[in-house]
């Protein structure tokens, strides 16, 4: 089968195709540059079991004999999210020592302030691009927020971090990389120099009995990687959010008269609308078998949470969005295993956040045009609006 993911209608609505190759079936033969074959995997009990397969995230062994050309940043193109273990098991626990629940919930009035301050200008009956008011600048601030990145500095981070999602630009991603690379650099000496309360500064800090400290170039890639990984995706996670309540106004309803609810809802609007269609590179070093059906070796492996989260045989009537569905919280929107979500805590209050802020301020929020109108980003790994007009 031809790859999937290259018609432009599959950004626009990606489900129908998922629901194709599932029937098809859940682990798939394609091609996905009409020429390498690769596996796509869209059914739930198949995808949560490549999540733990020996499937390897080490990309510069799969492309060690396949030049790309690219001049990627190393410190981007090599992230924890990109190793297996020992080295991933080691990154993890030090980066887990530092991000801990606690700093979570202590960013909790930074991000209701930062809400409240991003909608305070916006006058009722007005319309808004909620994406570039609201879900763009509040995920990157807080990140900024997190690791200490100076306010001054914030819009060229936020650009470099937006650059790097430039699907298909290759000079525009690679330039981003370095630029971000080299900013990141200096704020982790600068921080060295005068240790603050920021997580990089922790980072810095922390260290193990047996595995001793994070090396430079390690906390150069997780720097970067928490920027990357906590952007992007949130932001999408907000628009899908807000969009999927304003086309289902008896839930939006509900949550509005009872909003003790909404941090449950957050489980079954990732489910809706994963923000992660396709998980991140993984490839098969060896046979790998997932629910009976092999993988072959070398094959590269297209693991799609968006899919899985849609499958009938885990979620009956999975397009149906539910807000009292059972099961929401089996959905794998934060992936599962040992690269599962490290912010998956940081995305929920920021999700629950602008939700209740957003309630509280414009009773009234409707689209602002219709939804064949809207403008949906074209990346493989990210779901996610390019701008969501709303009516205030
Ligand atoms: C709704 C928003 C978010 C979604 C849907 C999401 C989803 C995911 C998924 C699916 C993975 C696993 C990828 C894979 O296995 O291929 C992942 C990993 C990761 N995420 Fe998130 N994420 C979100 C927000 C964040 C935030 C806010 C941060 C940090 C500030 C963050 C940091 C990370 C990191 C560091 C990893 C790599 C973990 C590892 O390799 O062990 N994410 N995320």
Redesign the pocket.
């Known amino acids: 089968m031809a790859s999937p993911f290259a018609d432009p209608a599959f950004y626009a609505d990606r489900y129908p195709t998922y629901a194709r190759l599932r029937a098809a079936s859940p682990v798939l033969q394609v091609l996905s540059d009409g020429v390498t074959s690769a596996t796509v995997v869209t059914g739930y009990d198949e995808a949560r079991q490549a ?1 733990t397969a020996p499937l390897s995230k080490d990309t510069s062994a799969y492309f060690a004999d396949r030049p790309s050309g690219r001049s990627l940043h190393p410190a981007v193109a090599r992230t ?2 990109a190793t297996d273990p020992p080295e ?1 098991t080691r990154l ?1 626990r030090l980066v887990t020592k530092a991000f801990t629940p606690a700093r979570v919930d202590g960013l909790r009035p930074y991000i209701r302030s930062l809400a409240e301050q991003l909608v305070g200008p916006w006058g009722p009956g007005t319309e808004v691009d909620l994406v570039e008011e609201l879900a763009g600048p509040l ?1 990157v601030t807080v ?1 900024c927020q ?1 690791l200490g990145v100076p306010p001054v500095d914030r819009a060229s981070v936020s650009s470099w971090s937006t650059d790097l999602f430039a699907t298909g630009d290759h000079e525009r991603i690679d330039a981003a990389s370095h630029a971000l690379a080299g900013y990141m650099a200096e704020l982790i000496s600068s921080t060295r120099v005068r240790p603050n309360r920021s997580l990089l500064s922790d980072l810095i800090a922390v260290h193990d009995e047996d595995s001793g400290r994070l090396s430079e170039d390690e906390l150069l890639s997780l720097a970067v ?2 920027l990357v ?2 952007h992007e ?2 932001t999408a ?1 907000i628009g899908t959010a807000v969009l999927a309540l304003l086309q289902h106004p008896a839930e939006l309803e509900h949550l509005r008269a009872s909003p003790h609810c909404i941090p449950g809802a957050v489980d079954e609007l ?1 489910r809706y609308d ?3 269609s396709i ?2 590179w ?1 490839w098969a070093p060896t046979e790998v078998d997932l629910c009976g059906t092999a993988v072959p070796t070398g094959s590269p492996v297209f ?1 799609c ?1 968006g899919a899985a989260n849609r499958d009938p045989r885990q979620f009956p009537d999975p397009d149906q969005l539910n807000l009292g569905r059972a099961n929401a919280t089996n959905h794998l ?3 599962h295993g ?7 805590p ?2 929920r209050a ?2 629950e956040i602008v939700l209740q802020v957003l309630f509280e301020h414009f009773p009234k929020l409707r689209l602002a045009v219709a939804p064949g109108e809207l403008a949906w980003r074209h990346s493989r790994l990210v779901r996610g609006l390019t701008s969501l007009p709303v009516r205030l």
């Open positions: 999540f924890m999210l991933h993890r995920p990140i997190l990687l928490l990984a906590g995706t949130t996670a990732l994963s923000p992660v998980a991140t993984r693991l949470p929107a934060f992936g040992i690269h599962r979500c490290l912010g998956a940081l995305a920021e999700i």
